[in-house]
């Protein structure tokens, strides 16, 4: 019987299809074929043979979707014309799957991107709601095989549907296990007695039916996984597994039937008990540490919250509740979904939605989660909790993901690649060779390797240890992004600090003010310098600079104004206009101060002092001169990354602190000073292209480029809702003297796994000597493959705990 071209299921022949040389099953299969053949699609069918599902009817079955207030909420991002909505796609299960659902975008107009989540078999698309509606998105989905399945009560309570179909296989192959095991004992201690002997055959019997349950329900994941395996010609490890269980069944079928035993049901039946027990301690393990990233690794910033009183406090983003009145500032990420209470935003929802042009909003409008402010400082109420999923998934987003090589997961995968192939040769030579002495030990030596050896040691080692390193580091306040970055983190060979608000605190710093030459008309009236106080604070109220808020922290409590203009110039400064005042606080050069400033740049240096300048309506009002305070810890932080790194601090002001930062710095240290934002990128460009792996450390606001730029970037956190998804890596500021023990432990987490590696690869050469040389029993090997994957998440769990805890 022939095969569907498109589906793989048999064809029966008075509904056979003949299109385009091709065998389909029915005009649902047939048409799938052509709509991707229309579009230039049919490398589809490349990745794997017969890869689709057969479309069933759905007439009228997604009419609920032309109601807007449903569709609302289905979708997670709507924000003018584009809307972002996950759907789950039970059908994903292969490359294919992947590929097709990866680029929607050529089959329907509107739809700009779609990425698959192949774990949880959800795709993500994004589109144009003016383009495309959600319901035509779904009968597109629908009509090539891929029905969503939309629950609008799950969408609503929040509640995910639980499988439990291992639990309850587990719960079987145990109840028939302990049956069998009891009604063998006096097949085990060949008891002679007339009762039992009389009855012997039906015993064996009613063991042989209890055996079916476990063997046809409890092992069916096995025999499902190693049939799509070889029908994708790729060789996994459940292949053998499900070999040997079918062997050791036939074995003792045919025992029973000849009288020759009662067989090995209680081994077959305990073989498959030990492995669902092993396979449920994997997923609970991996469910833990999946629980422990999305739950400790919220972004470690903070959102000025206005309290009923008008003062204002920062919260960590994560206490934020409904009803809060936010204020955000210029380059602040918006946290949650809230409306606006000021007048007018512009808003730059490019990290959600890769669209960099500013959305207008007006007051009362609803703002989304993950859009940044830009301009003047804006008021809003919030609508929901912080989402944290939301919030991680930002991060990871692809747009913003750096192209590098995972070694240990390729050398995982190399190594299960070859590993069954090779284990069923072991197996066939060892049954070979035993047949010739002993069929019962040939039997068990081919069963016990087949069961025995196992790459999933191998395949956990790189997880676990970096699952655990990522725990440890997000309780040290040190978050990652995902666990790639610890291998990136192994290699760097070159540091580069930004100075201002990296290696100085915004906390610490003496702040003084110099007045300009008194004008013609004398000394400035008190009440003159009173309004002017007011407006310095209330156009520094909407900056995230550093200096900016250390200044802001600086002054006296002032009447809050409304801000008609913001704008804040990377390098250069603020310009605001308040209630028709122009206020502009920068550099020199920005504020144009009278001739005596000479030598204009970002920052103006006096002696080793950092200035900023005030001008007000055209009128120079003097600078405030910061005496600069470096964070604690940082000559012996420097000290220590010397002996491993090549250390370099850029900063974008001019050589006056040169001498004091010599003083500090090791000797080896390069200081780069004049350096605008562009500058830094270009300067980390130029040490990668020497071959160099380096690392940036700043402050995530005027270095987003060098960070993305960077082999791994670093933003340093300070109470500030700054965040730059360019960035691989958050660190609390007051954690900052740590960050050479940081990059020893990322070291040492490398170092864990090849020592697991070597492990693992011990462990089965070992099994495999002992079951090859016929001294291993299947049950034992059944027992001892589970333990081999508790072995190595314990020996990574306390080796990456153990290289923590020394500092």
């Given at each position: 019987m022939?095969?569907?071209f498109?589906?793989?299921?048999?064809?029966v022949?008075?509904?056979?299809l003949?299109f385009?040389?091709k065998?389909?099953?029915?005009n649902?299969?047939?048409?799938?074929?052509?709509?991707f053949s229309?579009?230039?699609?049919?490398?589809?069918?490349?990745?794997?043979?017969s890869?689709?599902?057969t479309p069933?009817?759905i007439?009228g079955?997604?009419?609920?979707?032309?109601?807007?207030?449903i569709?609302?909420?289905?979708l997670?991002?709507r924000?003018?014309?584009?809307?972002?909505?996950?759907l789950?796609?039970?059908?994903i299960?292969?490359s294919?799957?992947?590929?097709?659902l990866?680029n929607?975008?050529?089959?329907?107009k509107?739809i700009?991107?779609?990425?698959?989540?192949?774990?949880?078999k959800k795709?993500?698309?994004?589109?144009?709601s003016?383009?495309?509606s959600?319901?035509?998105?779904?009968?597109?989905?629908?009509s090539i095989?891929?029905e969503?399945?939309?629950s609008?009560e799950?969408?609503e309570t929040?509640?995910?549907?639980v499988?439990?179909?291992?639990t309850?296989k587990?719960?079987?192959?145990?109840?028939?296990?302990?049956?069998?095991m009891?009604?063998?004992?006096?097949e085990?201690f060949?008891?002679?007695?007339?009762?039992l002997d009389?009855y012997?055959?039906?015993?064996?019997?009613?063991?042989?039916?209890?055996?079916?349950?476990?063997?046809?329900?409890?092992a069916?994941?096995?025999?499902?996984?190693?049939?799509?395996?070889?029908?994708?010609g790729m060789?996994?490890?459940e292949?053998p597994?499900a070999?040997?269980?079918?062997?050791?069944?036939?074995r003792?079928?045919f025992?029973?039937i000849?009288?020759?035993?009662?067989?090995?049901?209680?081994?077959?039946?305990?073989l498959?008990?030990?492995m669902?027990?092993?396979?449920?301690?994997?997923?609970?393990?991996y469910?833990?540490?999946s629980?422990e990233r999305?739950?400790?690794?919220?972004?470690?910033?903070?959102?000025?919250?206005?309290?009923?009183d008008?003062?204002?406090?920062?919260?960590?983003?994560y206490?934020?509740?409904k009803?809060?009145?936010l204020?955000?500032?210029?380059?602040?990420l918006?946290?949650?979904?809230?409306?606006?209470?000021?007048?007018?935003a512009?808003?730059?929802?490019?990290?959600v939605?890769?669209?960099?042009?500013?959305?207008?909003?007006?007051?009362g409008?609803?703002?989304f989660?993950?859009?940044?402010?830009i301009?003047?400082?804006i008021?809003?109420e919030v609508?929901?909790?912080?989402?944290q999923?939301?919030l991680?998934q930002?991060?990871?987003?692809?747009v913003?993901?750096?192209?590098?090589?995972?070694?240990?997961?390729s050398?995982?995968?190399?190594?299960?690649?070859y590993f069954?192939?090779i284990?069923?040769l072991?197996?066939?030579a060892?049954?070979?060779y035993?047949?010739?002495?002993d069929?019962?030990?040939?039997?068990?030596?081919?069963t016990?390797?087949?069961i025995v050896a196992?790459?999933?040691?191998?395949?956990l080692?790189a997880p676990?240890?970096m699952?655990?390193?990522?725990r440890?580091?997000?309780?040290?306040?040190?978050y990652?992004?995902?666990?790639?970055?610890?291998e990136?983190?192994a290699?760097?060979?070159?540091?580069?600090?930004?100075?201002?608000?990296t290696?100085?605190?915004?906390?610490?710093?003496?702040?003084?003010?110099?007045s300009?030459n008194?004008?013609?008309?004398?000394?400035?009236?008190?009440?003159?310098?009173?309004?002017?106080?007011?407006?310095?604070k209330n156009?520094?109220r909407?900056?995230?600079?550093?200096?900016?808020?250390?200044?802001?922290?600086?002054l006296?409590?002032?009447k809050?104004l409304k801000i008609?203009?913001?704008e804040?110039i990377a390098?250069?400064?603020i310009e605001a206009?308040?209630e028709?005042?122009?206020?502009?606080?920068g550099?020199?050069?920005f504020?144009?101060p009278?001739?005596s400033?000479s030598a204009?740049?970002?920052?103006?240096r006096?002696?080793?002092?950092?200035?900023?300048?005030i001008?007000i309506?055209e009128?120079y009002?003097?600078k405030?001169?910061?005496?600069?305070q470096y964070?604690e810890?940082?000559?012996?932080?420097?000290?220590n990354?010397s002996?491993h790194?090549?250390?370099?601090?850029?900063s974008?002001?001019n050589?006056?602190?040169?001498?004091s930062l010599?003083?500090i710095l090791?000797k080896?240290?390069?200081?780069?000073?004049?350096?605008?934002?562009?500058?830094?990128?270009e300067?980390i460009k130029?040490?990668q292209e020497?071959?160099?792996?380096?690392?940036m450390v700043?402050?995530?606001?005027?270095d987003?480029?060098?960070l993305?730029q960077?082999?791994?970037g670093?933003?340093?956190?300070?109470?500030v809702?700054v965040?730059?998804?360019?960035?691989?890596?958050?660190l609390?500021?007051?954690?900052?003297?740590?960050?050479?023990?940081?990059?020893k432990?990322?070291?040492?987490?490398?170092?864990?796994?090849k020592?697991?590696?070597?492990?693992?690869?011990?462990?089965?050469?070992i099994?495999?000597?002992?079951?090859?040389s016929g001294?291993?029993?299947?049950?034992?090997?059944?027992i001892?493959?589970?333990?081999?994957?508790?072995?190595?998440?314990?020996?990574v769990?306390?080796?990456s705990s153990?290289?923590?805890?020394?500092?």
């Amino acid at each position: 019987m022939q095969n569907c071209f498109h589906c793989g299921l048999d064809i029966v022949k008075e509904d056979e299809l003949f299109f385009d040389e091709k065998l389909f099953c029915c005009n649902g299969c047939k048409t799938v074929y052509e709509i991707f053949s229309l579009n230039d699609m049919t490398c589809y069918y490349d990745f794997e043979k017969s890869p689709g599902a057969t479309p069933q009817d759905i007439k009228g079955k997604y009419d609920f979707l032309d109601n807007e207030n449903i569709v609302s909420k289905l979708l997670e991002f709507r924000e003018d014309k584009t809307a972002i909505v996950s759907l789950n796609i039970p059908h994903i299960h292969c490359s294919s799957c992947i590929w097709i659902l990866e680029n929607l975008q050529k089959l329907q107009k509107g739809i700009s991107t779609s990425k698959v989540n192949f774990p949880e078999k959800k795709v993500r698309i994004t589109y144009n709601s003016e383009d495309v509606s959600l319901k035509t998105i779904v009968l597109l989905l629908s009509s090539i095989g891929y029905e969503p399945y939309i629950s609008l009560e799950n969408y609503e309570t929040g509640k995910n549907n639980v499988d439990r179909s291992l639990t309850y296989k587990l719960g079987l192959a145990f109840f028939c296990f302990g049956n069998i095991m009891l009604l063998s004992f006096p097949e085990y201690f060949e008891v002679k007695e007339f009762w039992l002997d009389t009855y012997k055959p039906f015993f064996r019997w009613l063991i042989f039916a209890l055996s079916l349950p476990s063997f046809l329900y409890s092992a069916s994941g096995y025999y499902v996984s190693a049939y799509k395996s070889i029908k994708t010609g790729m060789l996994n490890i459940e292949i053998p597994i499900a070999l040997g269980i079918i062997i050791f069944f036939v074995r003792s079928t045919f025992d029973i039937i000849m009288d020759y035993g009662s067989g090995f049901f209680d081994s077959l039946t305990g073989l498959i008990f030990f492995m669902l027990l092993g396979k449920m301690f994997q997923i609970k393990t991996y469910s833990f540490l999946s629980f422990e990233r999305d739950f400790k690794s919220y972004f470690p910033i903070a959102i000025t919250r206005i309290n009923s009183d008008t003062s204002e406090e920062s919260v960590p983003v994560y206490d934020i509740q409904k009803g809060d009145r936010l204020l955000i500032r210029n380059q602040e990420l918006i946290p949650v979904d809230g409306i606006l209470i000021s007048d007018k935003a512009e808003i730059d929802y490019s990290f959600v939605t890769g669209e960099a042009i500013p959305i207008a909003k007006k007051s009362g409008d609803k703002v989304f989660a993950g859009g940044k402010q830009i301009g003047k400082v804006i008021e809003m109420e919030v609508l929901h909790s912080v989402s944290q999923s939301y919030l991680t998934q930002l991060w990871s987003n692809d747009v913003f993901q750096k192209n590098v090589e995972q070694r240990h997961k390729s050398i995982t995968d190399t190594i299960s690649r070859y590993f069954t192939p090779i284990l069923l040769l072991i197996a066939f030579a060892g049954f070979g060779y035993w047949s010739c002495i002993d069929a019962n030990i040939a039997f068990n030596v081919f069963t016990a390797v087949l069961i025995v050896a196992c790459p999933c040691a191998l395949a956990l080692t790189a997880p676990f240890t970096m699952g655990n390193v990522l725990r440890i580091l997000g309780k040290k306040k040190f978050y990652l992004k995902n666990a790639l970055v610890i291998e990136q983190l192994a290699k760097v060979d070159t540091i580069v600090f930004d100075k201002t608000g990296t290696i100085t605190t915004n906390k610490k710093s003496n702040i003084s003010y110099s007045s300009p030459n008194p004008s013609k008309g004398g000394e400035p009236k008190v009440e003159e310098i009173e309004l002017n106080l007011i407006l310095i604070k209330n156009a520094l109220r909407g900056s995230n600079h550093p200096l900016s808020r250390m200044l802001y922290d600086f002054l006296p409590e002032i009447k809050i104004l409304k801000i008609d203009d913001f704008e804040e110039i990377a390098g250069k400064g603020i310009e605001a206009k308040i209630e028709g005042n122009i206020i502009r606080i920068g550099s020199a050069e920005f504020c144009a101060p009278p001739l005596s400033v000479s030598a204009p740049s970002p920052l103006e240096r006096v002696g080793e002092r950092t200035s900023v300048h005030i001008k007000i309506n055209e009128v120079y009002f003097g600078k405030y001169i910061f005496n600069n305070q470096y964070r604690e810890g940082l000559a012996a932080l420097f000290k220590n990354l010397s002996a491993h790194y090549q250390i370099k601090v850029l900063s974008g002001d001019n050589e006056g602190e040169r001498a004091s930062l010599e003083s500090i710095l090791p000797k080896n240290t390069e200081l780069i000073f004049n350096q605008k934002p562009e500058q830094k990128l270009e300067f980390i460009k130029r040490l990668q292209e020497e071959g160099k792996n380096v690392m940036m450390v700043g402050d995530g606001l005027n270095d987003a480029g060098a960070l993305a730029q960077s082999n791994i970037g670093i933003s340093i956190s300070e109470n500030v809702n700054v965040f730059s998804p360019a960035c691989d890596a958050i660190l609390d500021a007051n954690e900052f003297e740590n960050l050479n023990y940081f990059l020893k432990l990322s070291k040492k987490a490398i170092k864990t796994i090849k020592m697991s590696f070597a492990l693992s690869l011990l462990y089965n050469v070992i099994g495999l000597s002992f079951a090859i040389s016929g001294n291993l029993q299947p049950l034992v090997a059944a027992i001892i493959m589970p333990l081999s994957t508790v072995t190595i998440v314990s020996f990574v769990t306390v080796m990456s705990s153990y290289y923590a805890s020394k500092k």
